[in-house]
């Protein structure tokens, strides 16, 4: 964490500017940019069980379309308009 005191006769403005610099040359705004929307990588039992759900659902797909109780058109995405 970056800590940055005000001093004396300094106003606020001032002392914020600082603390802005210290966090841009810290790397501290980039990070956190880079990690916004990173997925910590799931371990193994994470990445199986999302594989077996994603193979569930297949099957489950293809028997709805094999009977006749669904169609191809009803997985495709649909388009949303604007």
Same mark, same amino acid.
């Given at each position: #964490?970056? !800590?940055? /005191?005000?001093?004396?006769? !300094?106003?606020?403005?001032? #002392? *914020?500017?600082?603390?802005?610099?210290?966090?841009? %040359?810290?790397?501290? =705004? %980039?990070? =956190?940019?880079?990690?916004? *929307? &990173? &997925?910590?990588?799931?371990?193994?039992?994470?990445?199986?069980? /999302?594989?077996?759900?994603?193979?569930?659902? $297949?099957? %489950?797909?293809?028997?709805?379309?094999?009977?006749?109780? $669904?169609?191809?058109?009803?997985?495709?995405?649909?388009?949303?308009?604007?």
């Amino acid at each position: #964490m970056f !800590e940055v /005191k005000r001093k004396q006769g !300094e106003s606020f403005d001032g #002392m *914020y500017r600082r603390f802005q610099r210290r966090i841009q %040359k810290g790397g501290l =705004v %980039k990070e =956190v940019r880079r990690r916004r *929307y &990173d &997925d910590p990588t799931p371990n193994f039992t994470g990445r199986k069980f /999302k594989k077996v759900r994603g193979i569930k659902i $297949a099957l %489950k797909r293809g028997w709805l379309i094999k009977t006749g109780k $669904a169609t191809e058109e009803d997985f495709r995405p649909k388009r949303r308009r604007r």
